[in-house]
T-cell receptor, first 111, second 113 residues
Framework: DQQVKQNSPSLSVQEGRISILNCDYT??????FLWYKKYPAEGPTFLIS?????DKNEDGRFTVFLNKSAKHLSLHIVPSQPGDSAVYFC??????????FGAGTRLTVKP | DAGVIQSPRHEVTEMGQEVTLRCKPI?????LFWYRQTMMRGLELLIY????????DSGMPEDRFSAKMPNASFSTLKIQPSEPRDSAVYFC???????????FGPGTRLTVL
């Protein structure tokens, strides 16, 4: 059962433009959402998170938006840089319950 | 801090052999997680320890898989016997407490021929 879905396996963006990565979930019990970034041959690293009591969280060039009614969250990167090229995983958890990951979206930022 | 340490980084073995993957979590972290990443299924949680005790092993695919955490600084994931479909990257992660932000190791790429 795929409770967290990232429907776009890849995304290509020009340097300086906005990157928007999307994630959908099905479990209404999820109340904590995270984005991880993964470079080749490395483990995923935490990027940004959001609690279900918020609809937006911003950290520098990275902003996560949460739409609970649509069970949808997105990660915006602006401006995009070539170093942002990586695989991005969306993850969701209900407190004291396991965490589910999406399949990942490969972002390529072209110079 | 060295971060989460996993060994080996790469493992190639033949079907039927026993495979043991190792993990050293970040010192002071109380929770440890084993994940498997495949192209088809993405990142899947296999098992989760809290204070060295297995809390949720519902993600362990079969009885061929077992995991132990004998102390706070070491965990193993064992596959016996291994099969080609076990080929994947296996990640260990640790967190300060439960489902807080997890820190991942570099992963072990397992190839079963």
């Amino acid at each position: 059962d795929q409770q967290v879905k990232q429907n776009s396996p890849s995304l290509s963006v020009q340097e300086g433009r906005i990157s928007i990565l999307n994630c959908d979930y099905t479990n209404s019990m999820f109340d904590y959402f995270l984005w991880y970034k993964k470079y080749p041959a490395e483990g995923p690293t935490f990027l940004i998170s959001i609690s279900s009591i918020k609809d937006k969280n911003e950290d520098g060039r990275f902003t996560v938006f949460l739409n609970k009614s649509a069970k949808h969250l997105s990660l915006h990167i602006v401006p995009s840089q070539p170093g942002d090229s990586a695989v991005y995983f969306c993850a969701a958890s209900a407190r004291n319950n396991d965490m589910r990951f999406g399949a990942g979206t490969r972002l390529t930022v072209k110079p | 801090d060295a971060g989460v340490i996993q060994s080996p980084r790469h493992e190639v073995t033949e079907m039927g052999q026993e495979v043991t993957l190792r993990c050293k979590p970040i010192s002071g972290h109380n929770s440890l997680f084993w994940y498997r990443q495949t192209m088809m299924r993405g990142l899947e949680l296999l098992i989760y320890f809290n204070n060295n005790v297995p809390i949720d092993d519902s993600g362990m695919p079969e009885d061929r898989f077992s995991a132990k955490m004998p102390n706070a600084s070491f965990s193993t994931l064992k596959i016996q016997p291994s099969e080609p479909r076990d080929s994947a990257v296996y990640f260990c992660a640790s967190s300060y407490s439960g489902w807080d932000t997890q820190y991942f190791g570099p992963g072990t790429r397992l190839t079963v021929l």
